[in-house]
């Protein structure tokens, strides 16, 4: 069954047919394109949203990144990201395997159909060409055997006239016969172009027509086969980009599963400890054995404790040492009295960057308080630099790592400034 | 090691980290919540995708609808729209397993956090108050040791005052002593309010506020584990439509597969095939054998053909028979002259709406035609509608299967309509 043979008679539906199906095609490909322009509007609201929450810009160093929920946080953005880019794959393979490529077929099928028409239409020509000869031949025939039959009738009236001449009588045989030769040719020739009309009209319906027809939909099954494997890509393209796609979530889920609370908690003392112990009892001061208050101060010698230790007025009493500077002279070892412009004073370190002095007086402070008993009778006696240079550029060995490391820091970087400064004041 | 013991003094980061903490889930919460949004919005454009191609509205009778080429477009929109729903759910368990869940949790570690914060703000004003206590009596104790110290300078003063009277030395004396007891009972107080102070203090340093910090270290934990949890419910929530996705991309490449371009071929010929046989030679009139040319048609009796088979003119020639229908009474047997009301000319049938009788006239030519040598005889006989009757009325065998259908709907309609027509009229 073909529709050379079957549907001989239906030009028109098979113009129509062929024609719709090319434009199934191209809607197929105006289909995909919006689609690709869809995943190419989610793939970039993915990376806004995967750039909006990513905390790149503020740099590696702040204290949270090295926390695993923050970590994640950024695993999972990432992955979205990756995850983003694989939908942008879909969008351009779609566009180029499925959009580019029919559009490319679909002219070429358009041309080849055009031609196809083309060639039904110039049968059809010649066919009607030759009817009309036939026609006019028919026509002439028709005419002249009428001439032919009233020449006959008027000859055999003639001679039936008792008044005609035998010369008026042979004039109308001989016309009579002369019409009678001319009509028969005529009919030769109406029959010869009959037979030339119905042998192409043979060839026309039998031969020529099927030959287009079939052609015609040889081409229409291939564009339907072209387009069953665009609709297969259609699935091919995502399906390509699955196991990608499950190695983002795997990446997600990974990241969920390597936050560890406990080990923040962990990071978060290492980055945050200070060191100290905590204060122990306050020692009386018994006035009656002689204490010279050197000062008017009236508060005791003790750090204020709780008011500085929830901090709201931690700038202006930096806790334990604030009221401690000021009782150093009674109360302390003289190697905590007043500021010196020693190294570790220099630039400020990041984590007590407010007030490097009391910084400074803590670090030592931590260090000598175990002691302050034995220093005692020292509490007097002046104070010299000199004496506390050696515990505070050092030796930080008593704080955690963290601090040791950004203290070590703080340090060669002051020294270096410093060294620049004194070659250029040179 | 615990938040309590290592950060004792570290109030303020402790403080700031479990707020930003919790500020990390009030984000995580926010960027998911965009994303369901993106998803959604994603989920919209697919699902105006589908409809805006979907050809519904214009009916299931569209006669492409049978080919294998629109049908699997179609089923490609359906499982896209399927699609679509699977990303909704996505976008909706999202919302609701991690956004208002992790809200909800969000504002209890909230509450939590207050209670916390606001206990070690009342421990430490509990502190501050003893120590001010603390503190006025220590002042007082001085201030009372200086008086004694000053009364003791004046008894001895006055007792080598060779000018004092022995009263005057007695009475500096006992105001020396009144004095040294009060100074005395002021340090009893001192030293009692100091022990108080010191025990406090220790309650303060070393359980109660380190059991807070605990408490808050316990609640970060908790806010960690919980937004660890949202991580993988991240990922997991797309996994868990992942299977139906890959059904949906199945689908479409089943879609895809099914589309069968010779079987289309055969829909298109069972559709539209007219069941005619193709033109016959074109037969010789011999008008010299006597044919009477009734009508004064100059045209031949036999079809245009290919110009009505191009079908540009085709509602003013229908192929094969608007010149027959003229010509009827020379060239073709009675039962396909004129036209007459039977029941097939009722209402149009789908195909051949445009000429009933046209389309009438074909099927009865198509039956009679092989047969039209043998009813030459017949050709000047008169017309009777009767004899047209059974051939159109009672079999379309000869149709194939698609318009034989439609032909019996066609005449059935055709009798009920008359039949209502006809109660209606009595």
């Known amino acids: 069954m073909d529709w050379g043979t079957e549907l001989w008679d239906q030009y028109d539906i098979i113009e129509k047919h062929t024609q719709s199906?090319?434009?199934?095609?191209?809607?197929?490909?105006?289909?995909?394109?919006e689609r690709t322009e869809i995943e190419?509007?989610?793939?970039?609201?993915?990376?806004?949203?995967?750039?909006?929450?990513?905390?790149?810009?503020?740099?590696?160093?702040?204290?949270?990144?090295?926390?695993?929920?923050?970590?994640?946080?950024?695993?999972i953005l990432n992955e979205m990201n990756d995850y983003a880019?694989?939908?942008?794959?879909?969008?351009?393979?779609?566009?180029?395997?499925?959009?580019?490529?029919?559009?490319?077929?679909?002219?070429?099928?358009?041309q080849e159909r055009k031609t196809y028409l083309l060639d039904a239409k110039k049968a059809q020509q010649n066919l009607e060409s030759t009817y009309k000869q036939l026609d006019s031949s028919k026509k002439r025939f028709e005419r002249e055997w009428r001439e032919a039959e009233r020449a006959a009738q008027y000859a055999e009236k003639t001679d039936q006239d008792i008044n005609a001449t035998k010369a008026d009588v042979e004039k109308a045989k001989q016309q009579a016969h002369m019409r009678a030769h001319v009509a028969e040719e005529c009919k030769n020739d109406y029959a010869a172009q009959l037979q030339k009309y119905n042998k192409e009209k043979n060839q026309f319906y039998?031969?020529?027509?099927?030959?287009?027809?079939?052609?015609?939909?040889?081409?229409?099954?291939?564009?339907?086969?072209?387009?069953?494997q665009g609709y297969i890509l259609f699935s091919d393209t995502e399906k390509h980009v699955m196991p990608i796609i499950g190695k983002c979530l795997e990446g997600i889920t990974k990241a969920g599963t390597n936050v560890d609370e406990k080990n923040d908690s962990l990071i978060v003392i290492e980055q945050n400890k200070s060191g100290?112990?905590?204060?122990?009892?306050?020692?009386?001061?018994?006035?009656?054995?002689?204490?010279?208050?050197?000062?008017?101060?009236?508060?005791?010698?003790?750090?204020?404790?709780?008011?500085?230790?929830?901090?709201?007025?931690?700038n202006k009493?930096?806790?334990?040492?604030?009221?401690?500077?000021?009782?150093?002279?009674?109360?302390?070892?003289?190697?905590?009295?007043p500021p010196v412009p020693s190294p570790a004073n220099g630039p400020n370190s990041p984590k007590f960057g407010r007030d490097p002095l009391s910084y400074c007086l803590k670090e030592i402070n931590k260090t000598v308080k175990p002691r302050i008993s034995s220093f005692r009778t020292l509490r007097r006696s002046k104070f010299t630099p000199d004496r506390i240079m050696p515990t505070v550029t050092e030796d930080f060995a008593h704080l955690p790592p963290e601090q040791r490391r950004k203290r070590f820091a703080t340090e060669t970087r002051g020294h270096l400034q410093r060294a620049a400064k004194g070659s250029r004041s040179e």
């Open 206 to 228: 039998f031969s020529d027509m099927p030959l287009i027809f079939n052609k015609l939909q040889d081409l229409d099954e291939r564009r339907v086969r072209k387009v069953a």
């Open 40 to 75: 190419q509007n989610y793939a970039k609201q993915l990376r806004n949203l995967s750039k909006k929450y990513n905390p790149k810009r503020s740099g590696k160093d702040e204290p949270e990144c090295r926390l695993s929920s923050y970590q994640s946080f950024v695993d």
């Open 21 to 33: 199906g090319l434009e199934l095609v191209e809607k197929y490909v105006k289909f995909v394109k």
């Open 276 to 314: 100290f112990e905590r204060p122990g009892d306050v020692e009386f001061e018994d006035y009656s054995q002689g204490i010279n208050r050197a000062s008017s101060d009236s508060s005791l010698g003790t750090p204020k404790g709780p008011m500085d230790l929830l901090g709201k007025n931690r």
């Open 85 to 110: 880019g694989q939908r942008e794959l879909i969008a351009e393979n779609m566009m180029m395997n499925i959009c580019i490529d029919l559009t490319k077929y679909l002219q070429e099928l358009k």
């Open 317 to 337: 009493n930096f806790w334990l040492f604030s009221k401690k500077s000021k009782l150093s002279t009674s109360t302390l070892p003289p190697f905590s009295t």
